[in-house]
């Protein structure tokens, strides 16, 4: 399945999938990095869209792998993010906003409403590659997404 706007992880316990979206993410869990190839002005520039795949740790341990989709916008000050990941199990769309720290990376919060989750997100550009981490609802993800 494709991944979405970085930075959207999936989640789930108890019965209950919960999503996190992370990459691209966009993506929010744990720091992440990412990077774009181009002219040194885009190369400091998540704006746009990103797609790539990743990793997701619940709090029991287990593991599942996720692809997503994420879309980067500049909003006020910083930006948003619309990003949609799946698993083999479930689908999950969720939404970050992001603040510039340095021209590589980005940190903020993402919130998904299917599951009432929220939760810290990373993101870092390197070369053409944007990483994602986020953390929240007791879990874990880290996903590579590329434009």
């Known amino acids: 399945m494709p991944i979405a706007s970085i930075l959207t992880a999936a989640?789930?316990?108890?019965?209950?999938?919960?999503?996190?979206?992370?990459?691209?993410?966009?993506?929010?869990?744990v720091a992440g990095?990412?990077?774009v190839t181009a002219t040194p002005a885009a190369a400091?520039?998540?704006?746009?869209?990103?797609?790539?795949?990743?990793m997701i740790i619940f709090p029991s341990g287990e593991t599942e792998r996720a692809?997503?989709?994420?879309?980067?916008?500049?909003?006020g000050g910083g930006l948003s993010m619309h990003g949609v990941c799946a698993t083999a199990s479930v689908r999950v769309s969720q939404s970050?906003?992001?603040?510039r720290l340095t021209s590589t990376s980005y940190s903020g919060e993402f919130f998904n409403t299917e599951f009432n989750i929220s939760g810290s997100i990373r993101v870092r550009l390197q070369g053409n590659k944007l990483n994602a981490s986020l953390n929240g609802g007791g879990?874990?993800?880290?996903?590579?997404l590329g434009r």
């Open 33 to 35: 990095v990412a990077s």
């Open 96 to 99: 970050a906003s992001l603040s």
């Open 139 to 144: 879990a874990t993800a880290q996903f590579v």
């Open 44 to 54: 400091q520039s998540i704006v746009g869209s990103w797609s790539g795949s990743g």
């Open 11 to 29: 989640f789930y316990r108890s019965g209950l999938r919960s999503a996190v979206f992370a990459g691209a993410g966009a993506l929010a869990v």
């Open 67 to 75: 692809r997503c989709r994420a879309t980067f916008r500049n909003a």
